[in-house]
């Protein structure tokens, strides 16, 4: 997965995007695969925003989280991309029983 980091009136530190990686990482478990992640750091007033941008195979999954701590905030939206990637799964999950295929008799069964 590709992650890519930008900053809007705020540096990203090296220990900010260590954060990121290992938080977007997690994501895997959810959905796989993850063609790439976009995250935007935003300083506002006196609150950070960050907003996720997912791709995943024909869907675009987006989150924004506020907060006046960036890395609350960067929870916050890898929850809620986490909650859709969890939906996601589920409605292409096959939700119907599987039926299991009739077992071929033995030879030996037949001849009795």
């Known amino acids: ?35 790439d992640c976009r995250v935007t750091i935003e300083k ?24 006046e701590n960036v890395h609350a905030a960067i929870d916050g939206a890898v929850a809620k991309v986490t909650r859709q990637l969890k939906r996601l799964q589920e409605k292409r999950s096959d939700h119907r029983p599987r039926q299991e295929t009739p077992k071929p008799k033995d030879e030996d069964e037949e001849n009795e």
């Open 1 to 35: 997965m590709q992650v890519t980091v930008t900053g809007k009136d705020y540096e990203v530190s090296e220990g900010l995007r260590e954060h990121l990686d290992s938080e977007l990482n997690k994501l895997q478990r959810f959905y796989d695969p993850i063609l």
């Open 44 to 67: 506002e007033d006196r609150s950070k925003k960050v907003n996720i941008v997912v791709h995943v195979h024909g869907q675009v999954l987006k989150a924004a989280s506020d907060a």
